[in-house]
């Protein structure tokens, strides 16, 4: 069988990759418009990306309205104001909702139907050229087809999906992931982790998603606890920022799994920060999945040399608990220290697991997932 295999066009990384990735800036078109958030003003990133865009005598227009969990009320108002602006290309700056705003933006540029007609669908739009420069190590959307977005009215976070949502350029400078604070260095990280682990783990992986996904693990647990612990150090976020990228690139070929299908509906319903929901549930979803794939985790296990043990069982409970060790030494909260009702959780559980369910992701767990099965891991992460 043969697979398709897909990335952005271009990808310019490492130190100094915003001031070099300015030419191609140029053929992108003549006025910009960069979909942000007040986080990234306020640091003063913005003002780096544009004073390349003014070195290249590209004008623009910011949209810094972009939310932590954006949402179709957003997307509108910034497909507004892109063509109130007569801009013609689009600029991302930030973490995963700014960039995944800016793909939505880019699906109402393209026709009049709602978002939430996209849903189940294989989008197919032509947008106008999108690049997306990311903050953060973490959500790897600037590699993927896939854009999350909130639907205020039924309160379900949106899958969207579509080769042609891949970013023609993909700027990856770590010198934006240094400012970032612990917990989100952490909570991001973590997010990149699932990327790369449910990919290899899920049952459309393929053997390039594979070599990026195995790749992705082996950086995040050499440098993710540096980076938490030493925010500054520039070559563990040089390599946080690629097994961000490479964790994207896998899971853009091979989709996530049980996790992500089960975060979203915590999002949606809490408002508790993606890569964070993703930390909460990694621990009890992968104890659940590897009964269904334990020579999948064993491999992990060997690679990363947690284990030299042949009998796949034990290689695998082996890498579980060095992932239990990791999150640990991040801080990673627990539902009730983050603020999250015990009531209020318990009596959403049934609409979550059939939220879930519904995403699809579940599905591609190796492991058989039923939405009794969801339900019964909701409760047990509550804590």
Partial sequence: MANTFLTPKTIVSGNNALDDAGKLLNGFGKKAFV?????????????????????????????????????????????????TSECDFLIALGGGSPIDTAKAISILLASDAPLASYMGKLIDIKRPGLVAIPTTAGTGSEATKFTIINDTETKVKMLLTGACLIPDLAI??????????????????????????????????????????????KRIFGNLRTCYNEGSNTEARIQMSLAALEAGISFNNSSVTIVHGMSRPMGALFHVPHGLSNAMLLKECMDFAVKGAYNRFADVSRYLGFSDNADDKAAAETFLKELSALLNDLHVPTMSEYGIDRDEYFSNIDKMAHDAFASGSPSNTIRETSVDDMKELYKQIYR
């Fill in 35 to 83: 979909v942000t958030d007040a986080t990234m003003v306020k640091l003063g990133n913005a003002d780096l990306l544009l004073k390349v865009l003014d070195k290249q005598g590209i004008e623009y227009s910011v949209f810094p309205e972009v939310n932590f969990e954006p949402n179709d009320i957003i997307v509108k108002q910034g497909a507004e104001a892109y063509k």
């Fill in 172 to 217: 990856i400078d770590p010198m934006f992931t240094i400012s970032a604070p612990k917990s989100v260095t952490a909570h991001t990280g973590i997010d990149a982790l699932c990327h790369a682990l449910e990919s290899y783990t899920s049952r459309k992986a393929q053997p390039l998603s594979d070599t990026f996904a195995l790749s992705a693990i």
